[in-house]
């Protein structure tokens, strides 16, 4: 059951900048994340802001630089489905793609997607954890076979997002608009580990609204792969996304960044460097796999994660080469 | 074995003056794959559940539960609840009549329906009933309790030392281990030229039903009406009447769809006494509806197992012995928590010895669930036939049928009426290709292949006791009256399909009405395999009630003896063909009576032996050595379960079953925080049940009749659990076929495999 | 639920925002690209159309669409499973594309199309999908029913003609305890067959 909640709709982003900054004010953007958060009591909204009537921060558009724009709250099937995402990155159409379940995606945005809140099962539960407010992480002496193996510290989540991760690959940069204009943040720079904060996820602050993702043009090619325990609503145990460019089996540059392992969606710098420059032959790939996993810190009951992750990464970069 | 349902009393079966029909030849109706007579209603969404129902006037309760894995209720402060908006009425342990005790079983402790020693998180405290569901919820967060917090046991290691906390007094051990043997188990592993043996672990499960726990209660005056989510409408009235000590003539509970139960709607629930007893304060009617959050606490489970096997053989694949020590984790209130029936069963072995014994923890107790305690026996047993066969180095399947037995061993060797066992292997191993697929070359690179099987068989023949009615109308269509339910095995369309084999009348012509305890005959509850083979013979003998009553009249018309007449597509002619026939609705003598009322009653079980079904299961898995992931490619499903009543149904449950076995298989699996006792995944994705995504497309199904004779009247068995057993063990088997590793603990999640392939790689 | 969380009061009023905006009134209905309006006593008036009709519905923003259907609305055939989005039991078109109505707020379904399971029929006929499933017995209990039989609808009429491994991935949101997903897949190709 959903506790009671005040609704608006604004009709311009002005008026949704002016309404999110108010006390109690939540976003409503497809709404599939929210409305679970609500049903846990994760937290409290006293006012909800329904962002459902802005239309024009939906649709997909390519930019005078030749790359794309996509709105926030485009859905994930408009993304997984669109020709030109499709063809030119595919990372990121595969990724909306492998979320949730068909209606989940015909419901939920791509600025929901980055914005949603952990899957913890302590933090979604009635476990007062550190992330609500409270005094511990639950995962810390729990059962944490499905939390972070790098990143973490004091909290332990990871990140749940697809999409993420093939946005960091794809080195995208999202518009966070405010009451004192817009700015645009590199992706790398939007997420933000429990080492600076376990209170937020990312960078967003209570009257920021997220309102496009933009893409450079497209080179090389890039993909997500993704493994769970059931073929559909499951998030990540581990995925990868990379994004790579390979002239004549040489990589002159790649990307290699990990969902479901990290609170953050996690580049693999060491593997990235590893491959930079080098022939994508058995031998490369391996020492990469290895490399994705440096200074991996496991906890009790995810260590799997470790093995996982390393076998993920050599698969997608054989599949590439 | 039959303990999920003692809960309620069943006495004998009256052996005498129950006339035996014929068994049936090549049937026109009864096989036919036809479509489900009640298909319209639930593909339109017009069928009403449960939880569908509205009453006028009627109220929403809403319950409070405790949220602690293990404390005492101190005090329970009602106020602001009681005067929050739309609130009808609180209902605490202190309410009038609401002091209750509460049995779970026939022995045992009790427990109270608000105990104030609450024994896991989930467990029931108080209740409001509001004008609106949300209004109800609301008031539920308004209820202020205080807990003395105490300490709790969730891990069944942990709650077999002397130190552990106790569930109850006396310890968390049910009573002594139950002990069963035969033979000298001593000396048949001394025999033995090969032993192998292994420790096993099964998951917790939940049932899950797609429609939660829910029920519908209106008083008038001393009268109780009850519309339930249940699979038995007499045992729901059963417990009703008993706990509100009611005669029967005065519950009636009513239900014509539900929405699922696999055993956990055998009996009636809290939710239920709880909507009565604030109907009553409130003069309303009352819906009580667990929300789905809750039905993963306190609504039943299959409890989790520790198996610890041995088995011996001769070189030949003889099995010499067989012995095993079975412990069940029951939860914190008493019920049966391991079934050791296959081991002592489905193979022939003269030395046999299992024990049993179950544990108490602070968690949602058991209950009944889809052939309860078999699946995970199976698990063990299979996998440890399948280690057996392998380091004899034989066959798989070969070792089964090496291994085949007509007689129930653990009860006086009561010879089976049928055992299609040794077929269900033979022609499962032809559709499946097993020869070919187990010789197959070992595969290229890390994305690995591998097949398995496994055997198994059910073990209760259900309780026969069922009375149908059937009337015939003048215009000589007809009304089958049933207590059965139907709980999606698609009961009505078979029983439908028996009345148009005995009298040649079409579908189209029967209305059924059923599983009503005020109008409908008594029935079992749909569930534990028995619903065709406890109803159809009484249906069947009800149509030949009715068969005979238009022989007699249209003798007396047509001045010639019974035995002259055949009654054939809705007429009555001469055998010798002579005259005309006379169509049943031109009878005088039924315009007269305007109806005639034929009385079926389920025939006893036949003396001396006893009828179960039996399966054989196969299975390909691909498993990617990297990653950890585990796809099931194809099912083959063989099936001795008698006479097959109606094809499309049959398959449905075959391949539902199947589809639940790769839930056990593969992730489903109810996780306990070890620090707070509490569940983790208390949600439907965290608890993890098989989407399309994770059953294969390719699904096949074989059905094996053995032509039984002497079952029934009608030759069915029992399907619906069959379809489950084997199936877990067959997939652990075919992973252990592609990747040498054997994974003991259910379910197989890619955390484990990696995590044993890792430990392999280490090891060498 | 923790029990510290504060409870808000039920008679939480909306907010009407927009310079110069007339707000609408009780008997009026805001037009969809406004703001909803203040009401009395925590509700708010929504227009929903469902199945081809319009409804006017006084409601609270917290109710789902499928709170409305089911008891505003009476449509009982879109079921609850979890409430959740975890189930697809109650999955409706909105639009025509398939979603779960318990993560609809009624609020947001404002100016869209609702279909649900009633809304194939034509009359007593059923619709194509609804045929197929009778046909294929692609069912058991029942309860998930209504929903997959929405969901392959709305997959049916973004493809008119998928392949196995298609029919698999637009059925995956809906889950069926009763394990009929075989028959299901049958029936949606059936389906198809039948709309030609």
């Known amino acids: 059951m959903l506790p009671t909640f005040t609704y608006v709709r604004p009709k311009s982003v002005t008026e949704a900048l002016e309404l999110g900054a108010t006390e109690g004010a939540v976003l409503h953007a497809g709404g599939t994340d929210l409305l679970g958060c609500l049903r846990d009591g994760v937290f409290r909204a006293g006012k909800v802001v329904s962002l459902s009537a802005l239309g024009e921060l939906r649709g997909v558009a390519r930019t005078s630089d030749g790359g794309l724009r996509i709105g926030a709250l485009t859905t994930l099937s408009e993304i997984a489905e669109h020709a030109t995402v499709r063809g030119q990155y595919l990372a990121l159409a595969q990724g909306a793609a492998a979320a949730a379940s068909p209606q989940l995606r015909n419901q939920g945005t791509i600025g929901g997607n980055l914005c949603q809140r952990p899957r913890c099962w302590y933090f979604r539960g009635d476990f007062h954890c550190l992330r609500k407010g409270g005094d511990r992480c639950y995962a810390v002496n729990g059962d944490n076979r499905y939390h972070c193996i790098l990143g973490g510290t004091a909290c332990y989540i990871v990140h749940p997002s697809d999409t993420a991760p093939a946005l960091v690959a794809l080195g995208a940069q999202v518009r966070v608009a405010s009451r004192s204009g817009s700015r645009l943040v590199p992706i790398d720079e939007f997420f933000v580990p429990p080492a600076r904060s376990v209170q937020r996820e990312n960078v967003l602050r209570p009257g920021d609204l997220l309102t496009e993702i933009l893409l450079p043009p497209a080179s090389g090619r890039s993909v997500y792969r993704k493994v769970r325990a059931r073929g559909s609503w499951d998030f990540a145990l581990a995925g990868v996304a990379v994004a790579a460019t390979v002239t004549e089996g040489r990589v002159e540059q790649a990307r290699v960044v990990l969902s479901g392992v990290a609170p953050i969606p996690w580049r693999a710098a060491e593997a990235e460097a590893l491959l930079t420059g080098r022939q994508l032959d058995a031998d490369t790939i391996g020492r990469a796999a290895e490399a994705s996993v440096a200074g991996a810190q496991p906890l009790a009951h995810n260590g799997y994660k470790i093995h996982l992750v390393r076998g993920l990464v050599a698969e997608t970069l054989e599949a590439l080469a | ?764 | 639920m923790t029990d510290d969380r504060k409870y808000l009061s039920r008679r939480a009023f909306l907010e009407s925002v927009g310079v110069g905006a007339a707000g609408a009134t009780l008997a009026g209905v805001a037009p969809r690209a406004a703001t909803a309006a203040v009401q009395e006593e925590g509700l708010t008036w929504v227009a929903l159309r469902v199945n081809g009709r319009s409804h006017q519905l006084l409601v609270e923003p917290r109710w789902t669409l499928l709170d409305v259907l089911r008891e505003r609305l009476e449509l009982t055939g879109t079921k609850l499973g979890c409430g959740r989005g975890e189930c697809g039991a109650c999955t409706v078109l909105v639009d025509g594309t398939p979603r779960y109505a318990c993560l609809v707020l009624a609020v947001e379904a404002e100016g869209r199309e609702v279909t649900t399971v009633e809304g194939l029929m034509r009359g007593e006929e059923m619709g194509t999908v609804q045929t197929a499933f009778v046909e294929e017995d692609a069912f058991q209990c029942g309860y998930c029913t209504p929903g997959q039989v929405m969901a392959a609808e709305g997959l049916l009429r973004r493809l008119p003609h998928p392949g196995p491994e298609a029919i698999r991935e637009g059925m995956s949101g809906n889950l069926c305890r009763c394990g009929a997903y075989k028959h299901i897949f049958e029936a949606v190709r059936r389906a198809a067959e039948l709309r030609g």
């Open chain 2, 1 to 764: 074995m039959t303990y999920y349902v003692d809960a309620e009393e069943h006495p004998a079966t009256d052996r005498q003056g129950v006339a035996q029909l014929p068994p049936w030849g090549e049937t026109r109706v009864v096989g036919k794959p036809l479509s489900r007579v009640d298909a319209y209603e639930r593909v339109t969404g017009s069928a009403v559940y449960t939880l569908d129902l509205t009453l006028p006037d009627m109220l929403h309760a809403a319950i409070v539960r405790c949220p602690h894995a293990h404390a005492r209720v101190t005090r329970v402060d009602t106020s602001r609840a009681e005067r929050m908006p739309g609130v009808r009425a609180v209902l605490t342990g202190a309410s009038p009549g609401a002091d209750i005790p509460w049995h779970i079983g026939r022995q045992g402790p009790t427990s109270r329906l608000f105990d104030t020693h609450c024994r896991y998180a989930g467990e029931e405290v108080a209740a409001v009933a509001a004008e609106t569901p949300h209004q109800a919820w609301d008031a539920t967060r308004a209820v202020a309790v205080e807990y003395e917090v105490l300490p709790f046991v969730v891990d069944v290691d942990a709650a077999v030392r002397p130190d552990a906390p106790q569930v109850h007094e006396g310890g968390n051990r049910l009573g002594a281990p139950r002990v069963s043997e035969r033979g000298d188990v001593r000396a048949g592993f001394a025999q033995a030229d090969v032993v192998v043996e292994g420790t096993y672990r099964t998951s917790c499960e939940l049932h899950t039903t797609m429609e939660t726990y829910v029920s519908v209660v209106r008083w008038d005056g001393s009268r109780l009406t009850v519309w339930d989510s249940t699979q038995g409408v007499f045992a729901t009235r059963a417990g009703l009447a008993r706990i509100l000590d009611l005669p029967l003539s005065s519950v009636r509970v009513i239900c014509p769809y539900m929405g699922g139960g696999f055993g956990s709607k055998f009996e009636v629930g809290k939710h239920t006494i709880i909507a009565a007893l604030l109907a009553r304060m409130t003069g309303q009617p009352v819906k009580a509806a667990v929300l789905r959050e809750e039905s993963f606490l306190s609504q039943g489970n299959r409890p989790a197992n520790v198996i610890r096997l041995r088995a011996g053989a001769k070189r030949d694949g003889t099995l010499t012995a067989l012995e095993g020590t079975f412990t069940g984790v029951v939860g914190a209130y008493p019920t049966g928590g391991t079934a050791p029936f296959q081991v002592e069963a489905l193979y022939r072995c003269p030395n046999v010895r299992v024990e049993a014994s179950d544990v108490y923890v602070n968690a949602g107790r058991g209950c009944a669930f889809r052939a309860p305690g078999f699946p995970p026996c199976n698990w063990a047993l299979e996998q440890l036939m399948d280690e057996l066969a392998g380091k004899l180095g034989m066959d798989p399947v070969d070792l089964r049928l090496k291994n085949l037995t007509t007689v129930l061993q653990s009860q006086g060797n009561m010879p089976f009426t049928s055992m299609g066992l040794g077929e269900c292997l033979t022609r499962g191993a032809e559709a499946f290709g097993w020869r070919a697929a187990r010789e197959r070359p070992p595969a290229v690179g890390h994305v690995v292949r591998g097949v398995g099987m496994a055997a198994g068989m059910w073990g209760y023949q259900g309780e026969p006791r069922s009375t149908v009615i059937l009337k015939l109308y003048a215009d000589s269509s007809v009304n089958l009256n049933m207590g059965a339910s139907d709980i999606g095995t698609g009961t009505k369309t078979v029983m439908a399909m028996v009345v148009a084999e005995e009298l040649g009348v079409p579908l189209e012509r029967i209305q059924i009405e059923h599983a009503d305890t005020a109008t409908t005959q008594y029935a079992p509850v749909s569930g534990g395999s028995q619903t065709v083979l406890v109803n159809a013979p009484a249906v069947r003998a009800a149509a030949a009630d009715v068969k005979r009553q238009i022989l007699e009249i249209a003798a007396a018309e047509m001045q010639c003896q019974v035995g002259d007449l055949v009654l054939a597509d809705g007429k009555v002619a001469r055998a010798d063909g002579s005259g005309e026939a006379r169509p049943v609705s031109a009878l005088r003598g039924l315009q007269e009576r305007d109806v005639l009322v034929g009385v079926g009653r389920r025939h006893p079980h036949p003396e001396g032996k006893i009828a179960l079904p039996f399966a054989a299961q196969f299975a390909e898995v691909e498993v990617n050595t990297r990653t950890g992931e585990v796809r099931v490619v194809r099912l083959v499903a063989a099936h001795d379960s008698g006479r097959v009543m109606n094809l499309k149904t049959y398959e449905n449950q075959v391949f539902g079953g199947m589809t639940m076995g790769v839930g056990f298989a593969l992730m489903e699996q109810r996780v306990l925080d070890p620090q707070t006792g509490k569940m983790a995944n208390a949600n439907w994705h965290d608890y993890k049940i098989p989407t399309a995504m994770d059953v294969p497309l390719e699904q096949t199904c074989v059905p094996v009749d053995p032509h039984d004779t002497e079952c029934n009247t009608t030759g069915a068995k029992g399907l619906g659990e069959p379809a489950t057993i084997p199936t877990a063990a067959a997939i652990a088997n075919a992973v252990h076929h592609a990747i040498g590793v054997r994974v003991t603990e259910a379910p197989i999640t890619p955390m484990q495999v990696l995590q044993l392939l890792a430990a392999r790689r280490e090891g060498e």
